[in-house]
């Protein structure tokens, strides 16, 4: 049986003509070619941000741009809670302490209330997550983080084009994180990128992600640098995407409408995406929550699917309810307990853009078959 997976790339002929001309030059690495800068000041231009720092995947991007902005031990850093974990990592690496803060139950990103109560003299940072491509609702975190003076971080690893009050993620805060692995928006396989409007950040950055390499000297380093590169065969893949990106952005918001116009008359069982009036929600992917008779009904629902072809996968689960940061005594469940309610109760449907007509037509037909026979 054929498996219509969650997501698959959508990569065109410039993609495979750019990475020609890089092997064609013989510039395959993170270091010379003229892919990795046009990418660079395309993404930032995508982005509205005045520079963009590329890297090897949205995990050194986080680590990258806390690094570079001195996040280091003893510093507090306040992180939605519900996200891939690279966000709390990302922090763990530079021995810093991340603080849990609890999610809106609608966007499903940081509760401004939950992070004024959770900040205290040692917050340096706010770390905001625009899941599942929905913007934070940054005006509040932003004034809390101008009262306590802490820089706010954006990981956009799933939001490539969301908006915030019109204005686009990533330029929203001290510098933003972007992944372009290969079930994003835009990808490159593995990849990343930095963005901020901040020069001596981006300065910072560029210099630690390659080994913080002398000037005069290349071997007699400025710092304890990385070496989170991306190659310039990466960045001609991004340099292609960079052609299509609004084809690839509007392609998920337009899935996003069709489910939703086909599983409309499940609304008392199932919580659909949504988005806020000042958000633009780029749906990285279609996810759902199961309430009234379809609550705790998860893996059935799942299974159900799987043996119909469908692929969907589980949503986060927090922080505050993952084992090894309960063992460890660093956080307990009862931390944020709206992100709790979420954890177990919701999954996402495919949503990639390679996903035809027929496709979708499948997944909903068998979706809601499956429903009817459980409700
Ligand atoms: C919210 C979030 N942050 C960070 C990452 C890490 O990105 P990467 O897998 O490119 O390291 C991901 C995705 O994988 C993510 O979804």
Redesign the pocket.
Known sequence: MNIIPVSQPQLGTAESVFVNEALAQNAISGLYGGFIERFEREFAEFCGTRHAVSCS??????HLALAAAGIGPGDEVLVSTL??M??FF?VLYLGARPVPVDIDADTLTMDPADLARKITPRSRAVMV???FGHATDMDPVNELARQHRLQVFE?C??AHGARYKGHTVGGLGTAG?F???A??ILTTG???MVTTDDEALAARARSLKALAFGSTNKFMHADIGFNHRMTNLQAAIGCGQMLQAAQLVEKRREIARYYTARLERYREHLRLPIERPWAHNVI?MYHLRLQGALAGRRTEVMTALRERGIETREG?IPYNLQHIFIERGWTHPDECPVANTVAYSSFYLPTGPALGEADLDHVATQFTAVLDELL
């Open positions: 995947n949205g995990t050194t991007a986080l996200t891939n690279a966000s990302a997550v625009h899941l990981d690893a799933e994180a992944s372009f692995f079930n994003k593995e990849g990343g990285w986060f």
